[in-house]
């Protein structure tokens, strides 16, 4: 016989690695970048006498009345870098049309937040142009590698000076718990993996889909597709909820294991429970039971069992319900859940299928070995192996007798 099961595990895996690893590419974020906004002095220094509230200060009519030169040495206090003209001044020409609003006139039209490109939004000043630090020597035009840090530089090309404000922004520390940049840079900068992470996570569904699937034979003793791929969907939901959660409420993914940890490693515990369901879910789908004259052969995508006639030595019936301390939780959560005000009768619901559950099963007992465990029931008593009589069958005709009283016995039918 030949195990040809493991191609459901590998089925899994294919979608388990799709969604960590498309997830994590998606909710990526750069560690910084750095915007520049082109300054019109001029028009800054009138706008001191503009108020909302109408209210203006002797402070701002001071700056208001200075002379241009020296309101600039105020406001930058002095400290203003001259680039050199003859390297920058292509770069910088592009990089003040497109903070002036000239988005198809400029070869960085494509770098300005889109909130920026909104008509709603759209601003009235001079909006800033993002640049990945390894682009730019920043370092010479004095801005240091701080969040919100700036920095204000010059070009001058012939009697025209230009003046723009660099701004460092640091994402690793700004951003934090569900929140993001108000102007928020461009998404192939800013999150430059979100497409390859829909694509991984597209890739890892079609495999799953489209890996193939041993065919059934007529009489064959094997769990029902249905029941199987509904569990995988359940998984799915499970893994893709409290996986990504702490990337979506921490901002990115490097966030999400050096802001609010705690939270992620709660959820990330819980997605466990999903990788659980994925496993045993392969194992079902990989599982069947073939009959010979010699014995019954067990196959999963870990290898074969064969159970020979000749060295069984009891077998019964049995009926297993959840542990106690497992039930009496599903209770306790109910009790607090009507207690915390829900109409819901969901959580009762729920504590009942819990208490109540009973799958059944053959237990068969070898001379060596731990018992081997057969669950033909699922909680409800509905038969979820088909063509499982005949088993029992071919037990009878080796000569085996089979106790018909139930024994119950408590457990994780995966587990068993």
Known sequence: MVNSGSTELWRRLAIFAGIVLGIGLFFYIVPALINITAI?????????????????????????????????????????NAVNSAEWADFFREVEKASYQQYAQSAYGNRVSDLDKDEFWKP???????????????SEWGLIPEDRAQAYVS??????????????????????????????PPGWLYRPYRNIGIGVMILGLMLYILLPRRKRTDGEISYAGGR???????AIMFLV???GLPFLINGGTVQAVTGMWPVTLIMWLLALFAVVLLYYSAWYASYRIEITPEAIHLITFKGEKACRFD?????????LRNPGWFRKLFLVMAMLSLFGGRSSTQPAGSALLAATASYGGLEIRTRSGKPVYIWFTDQLGGVIL????RV?????????????????????????
């Open 40 to 80: 019109n002095w001029q028009q800054e220094q009138a706008d001191e006498l503009k108020s909302i509230s109408g209210y203006v200060t002797s402070e701002d009519k001071r700056l208001n009345q200075l002379p241009l030169p020296e309101y600039i040495t105020e406001k930058t206090g002095g400290s203003i």
């Open 124 to 138: 009235r000043g001079l909006v800033p142009v993002f640049f990945k630090p390894a682009e730019l020597p920043y």
């Open 155 to 184: 070009l001058t090309n012939g009697a025209i000076t230009s003046y723009f404000l660099l701004r460092y922004e640091d994402y690793l520390a700004s951003v934090g718990a569900m929140s993001k940049p108000y102007r928020q």
């Open 228 to 234: 199987i791929i509904a569990g995988d969907i359940v």
């Open 241 to 243: 909820l409290f996986f």
């Open 311 to 319: 060295e069984i030595t009891a077998v019964e019936l049995i009926s």
């Open 386 to 389: 088909p063509n499982f009589d």
């Open 392 to 416: 029992p069958e071919a037990l009878k005709s080796a000569g085996i007798p089979i106790k018909e009283e139930s024994r119950e016995i408590e457990g994780f039918s995966m587990f068993m």
